[in-house]
């Protein structure tokens, strides 16, 4: 599914830029609604989530095709045990971080990015404040930075279901509806063959005929 493959490769990228900037990059699980000591001891650290859609453009004449417009968001949190200003500025030491250190990280290397994917260039978005806090004696800064991109979707003909995995490639998303015994629908019967009859001045008979056979996919 794109959505994932998106989130994953965000990850993937981000791991191997910060490098020790952070303690971990991983998929937003809630980790800042835990225990405010758990929370601190994970910072510096960078999460990674789906923002969802944010609208859908129709792409052709046949309605069956759009694409549509997806957000992602990168939390990205900080601490210090010296001062509020410390958490955001960064300090003299090496492992004192500064959120606005991470901002600037985060949006250099994602941005502009398709990471390998058919999508549309990651477009930086609206920085936001989440925290600005003093939690157990440590300061503790929150930002999440948005990222925008655009990615295409097929629709299903009207009235029909997807295709049976047995009918689909492996890999391919669709196969999720026959995984947990949902409805599908049959595979369009083959094109084998196309006759074509040729008539003089519009009149039949066909003066003459070919047929040109297709391969068969199977």
């Known amino acids: ?26 998929s937003y699980s809630g980790e800042l609604d835990g225990e405010p000591a758990r929370v601190i001891r994970q910072l510096p650290a960078v999460w990674v989530t789906f923002g969802g859609i944010q609208g859908s453009e129709l792409l052709s004449t046949a309605r069956n095709k759009w694409r549509d417009k997806g957000r992602f968001v990168v939390i990205a949190g900080t601490r210090s045990v ?45 920085v936001r404040t989440l925290f600005n806090t003093e939690i157990e004696n440590h300061a503790m800064s929150v930002f999440a930075c948005e990222f925008d991109t655009r990615f295409d979707q097929v629709a299903l003909e009207n009235g029909r279901f997807p295709l049976s995995a047995a009918d689909l490639p492996a890999g391919h998303d669709d196969r999720i509806f026959s995984d947990y015994s949902a409805a599908t629908s ?33």
Do not use: C
Not at 114 to 123: A, T
């Open 1 to 26: 599914m794109i959505i994932t493959q998106i989130e994953n490769a965000m990850i993937a990228r981000l791991k191997q830029g910060l490098g020790e900037l952070v303690r971990e990059v991983r």
């Open 82 to 126: 010296r001062s509020d200003e410390a958490t955001r500025h960064g300090g003299a030491a090496k492992n004192e971080v500064g959120s606005y250190q991470l901002v600037y990280a985060i949006r250099r290397l994602l941005g502009r990015q398709d990471l390998g994917l058919p999508i549309d260039f990651l477009m930086p978005g609206a």
């Open 186 to 218: 049959p595979d369009d019967p083959e094109w084998l063959s196309t006759n074509l009859n040729y008539l003089l001045g519009g009149k039949e008979p066909p003066a003459a005929e070919d047929i040109i056979s297709h391969e068969s996919k199977s």
